[in-house]
């Protein structure tokens, strides 16, 4: 029997909650009128003294701890927005009522209560309850040091149970939600319009990776579902629609590791009339003031390392980054020279390497991708790796392309767009011949993105830019499965 189809009841919860219904309570009623959240409670009542207060409170949440005193109960409850001590007496809420609670209410059970507002003699503001209700019956237990779970396999195949006892993990969600926020605000706001495109696609593109494959019962054929919503923002951008975005789930049938996983998130933009140069700038200042919404600073710690986000970032080309991290000159080598330079640096994977520009790439990947620390804008990317990248205005042989690095990490990639549909037919036959040759990430051809270039589509800038990467920068995390709240796991 696999995690998925094992349940988890406790025999004593179940005993207590058959006892509820035996007495008559009802189990899961349906609402509760709770008169405001908890850490809206505590900073109403923060000078609250010893006396309780005259105006009644009703509240509501997921009990974490119980402390038995005799004819006293304290208790501790959580709503999403903070905790509060409750204290319950007998001779408040009665003989069968106490008990009803000492015997059959555990933590992790859901309720609601009503009572005044105090403060302890420990100088803790607390609920002085007089009636409480039951809102939700746990019968699965809450890990014996319910204030921390640390099995971390466990944490992501149940992650409801994760956000439940780590209030960090909960805060990381929170940021998350807030990024995605501001980033439909901030584009929005610059005259930016978001449109919804096709998950389920006949011809998959847009990226170079291996897609999923589903099959479609009525109309008899395959699909796939997207790698990147590219293509259909692009023909948007040729209806007429001239700044468009979508954040967006991709999906791509590759490895799973820290900063991968087969679901992911990103926001791709397209905007008329601009280049490269442009979705750089864009890029950073969005970043940077995003940086600031969430921290209040443009400095951030990530590990043991300190990144600051201020404007301007670094922006340097591929072959000067290989010129400055690594010293070579790959232009000054023959391509066998390059084969032993890469030698003498324990790096002899280039197979499918075939040009200077091409090993290039292969340097740039190996050696020099994890010293960009801090947000590093590289441009200029060769041609072949780059199918839908508008040629370069003055350099051979290279694409207006840009990927911006953070901690080592690739997190945008944008364009000068490419839209020439008899330039962009020939890379697509390129990359259709690399399929051919077994390339399982190299791109379809999708003659009718190529019809639709050919109807006319302006200068156009582009940049995709991976949400999940940049929500671990920004909230200290190394793994990719700590941002997305329900990462795919192998059943077992």
Known sequence: ???????????????????????????????????????????????????????????????????????????????????IQ????????????????????????????????????????SIWVDEFILLAKS????????????????????????????????????IRSKVVSFIRKYLEKRGFLEFETPILQPIYGGANARPFITYH?????????????????????????????EVARNFRNEDIDVLHNPEFTMVEIYEAYKDYNDMMDLCEDMISQLVWEIHGKYEITFGDTTINFKKPWNRISMEEAVKKYVNI???????????????????ENYGGVSSHREFLVFLFE??????????????????????????????EGFTERFELFINGWEIANGFSELNDPIDQKM????????????????????????????????????VGIGIDRLVMILTNKRSIKEVILFPQMKIG
């Open 86 to 125: 409750l204290y319950l007496r007998e001779n408040d809420l009665g003989e069968e009522q106490f008990k009803l609670f000492k015997e059959c209410i555990d933590t992790g059970d859901i309720i609601g209560v009503c009572g005044s507002v105090f403060r302890t003699k420990m100088g803790e503001i």
């Open 217 to 245: 019962n009525y109309l008899d054929q395959n699909f796939y579902l997207r790698i990147a919503p590219e293509l259909y923002l692009k023909r948007l951008i040729v209806g007429g629609f001239e700044k468009v975005f």
């Open 1 to 83: 029997m696999n995690s998925f189809q094992k349940l988890e009841f406790s025999n004593r919860k179940m005993s207590k909650m058959k006892k509820l219904i035996s007495k008559g309570v009802t189990i899961y009623p349906y609402r509760f009128d709770r008169t405001m959240v908890i850490a809206d409670l505590k900073s109403l009542y923060e000078n609250i003294g010893h006396e309780k207060s005259e105006k009644k409170v009703k509240i509501a949440g997921r009990i974490y701890r119980i402390r038995y005193h005799g004819r006293v109960i304290f208790a501790d409850i959580k709503d999403e927005s903070g905790k």
């Open 427 to 462: 890379r697509f036959e390129e990359q259709e011949k690399k399929r051919r040759l077994g390339d399982l990430e190299a791109q379809m051809i999708d003659y009718d993105y190529i019809n639709a270039l050919g109807y006319g589509m302006p200068p156009t800038g582009g």
């Open 139 to 174: 019968l699965c237990p809450l890990p014996e040091k319910f204030h921390g779970l640390k099995n971390i396999e466990r944490r992501y195949r149940q992650r409801y149970l994760d956000l439940i006892v780590n209030d960090d993990i909960r805060n990381v969600f929170r």
């Open 366 to 395: 190996n050696l020099v991708e994890k010293k960009l620390i801090q947000p590093t804008f590289i441009y200029d990317y060769p041609i072949e790796i780059s199918p839908l990248a508008k040629k370069h205005r003055e350099k």
């Open 329 to 347: 000159d790959i232009w000054k080598h023959s391509f066998e020279e390059l084969k032993e330079i890469a030698k003498d640096y324990g790096i």
